[in-house]
């Protein structure tokens, strides 16, 4: 359960991104819906296999930028990657994603550095602010998330530092690559879309 509700927090914010909250609604409530709303996600991608006919099974299920930092402060802990805390959402709308987390750089910057003095991964290190911005598109049960810009400690980055950092703290036992930034994934629990408006993402299965 802890795994695939960490696949299902990663895929709907794309291991994603995240500013800061400007008037945010941060509860334990908004937390305990969002963990029943994931629940309430897997039962109906089970009932969609059963039948399996997505138009005879359709469920549409929202889910607020307040409820996913609901669910980061309180309950994600436990299943974000080591390095990785105090992540945050903003749902810009119109498929568009902006989103920040804490990373611990040291352990990847010293993995990659090549000890150069303008090796970039040389430089990074310590608990970094990293912000990405993008784009999420979903269609026939399969996504990719288009990256527009990413930042780290306020800097930009280019997109190859970007996927580095990205399959580090992705990686796990089935997938020890992590994820790639140019390849679709498939949506777990028989997702058939997911609609980013503003302030919201409906999922659709």
């Given at each position: 359960?802890?795994?695939?509700?960490?696949?299902?927090?990663?895929?709907?914010?794309?291991?994603?991104?995240?500013?800061?909250?400007?008037?945010?609604?941060?509860?334990?409530?908004?937390?305990?819906?969002?963990?029943?709303?994931i629940v309430q996600i897997q039962e109906q991608g089970t009932?969609?296999?059963?039948?399996?006919?997505?138009?005879?099974?359709?469920?549409?299920?929202?889910?607020?930028?307040?409820?996913?930092?609901?669910?980061?402060?309180?309950?994600?802990?436990?299943?974000?990657?080591?390095?990785?805390?105090?992540?945050?959402?903003?749902?810009?709308?119109?498929?568009?994603?902006?989103?920040?987390?804490?990373?611990?750089?040291?352990?990847?910057?010293?993995?990659?550095?090549?000890?150069?003095?303008?090796?970039?991964?040389?430089?990074?290190?310590?608990?970094?602010?990293?912000?990405?911005?993008?784009?999420?598109?979903?269609?026939?049960?399969?996504?990719?998330?288009?990256?527009?810009?990413?930042?780290?400690?306020?800097?930009?980055?280019?997109?190859?530092?970007?996927?580095?950092?990205?399959?580090?703290?992705?990686?796990?036992?089935?997938?020890?690559?992590?994820?790639?930034?140019?390849?679709?994934?498939?949506?777990?629990?028989?997702?058939?879309?997911?609609?980013?408006?503003?302030?919201?993402?409906?999922?659709?299965?």
């Open positions: 359960m802890a795994f695939r509700s960490r696949r299902l927090g990663l895929i709907l914010l794309v291991g994603a991104a995240l500013v800061p909250l400007q008037a945010a609604t941060v509860s334990r409530q908004n937390a305990d819906l969002f963990a029943k709303k009932q969609v296999q059963a039948t399996g006919d997505r138009r005879a099974a359709q469920r549409r299920t929202p889910v607020t930028e307040d409820e996913v930092n609901s669910w980061f402060t309180y309950r994600a802990q436990p299943v974000l990657p080591a390095g990785v805390s105090q992540p945050q959402v903003t749902i810009v709308g119109q498929g568009k994603v902006t989103g920040q987390a804490t990373v611990d750089l040291e352990a990847i910057g010293k993995r990659r550095s090549s000890g150069g003095t303008f090796d970039p991964w040389s430089l990074l290190g310590g608990r970094v602010p990293v912000i990405v911005n993008g784009v999420l598109h979903t269609q026939n049960g399969r996504g990719r998330f288009e990256v527009q810009s990413a930042e780290v400690s306020g800097v930009p980055v280019p997109k190859n530092l970007l996927q580095e950092l990205l399959s580090y703290y992705s990686r796990t036992p089935e997938n020890p690559e992590g994820i790639s930034l140019d390849e679709g994934f498939e949506l777990p629990a028989n997702i058939d879309t997911i609609e980013v408006g503003q302030g919201q993402a409906v999922v659709v299965q």
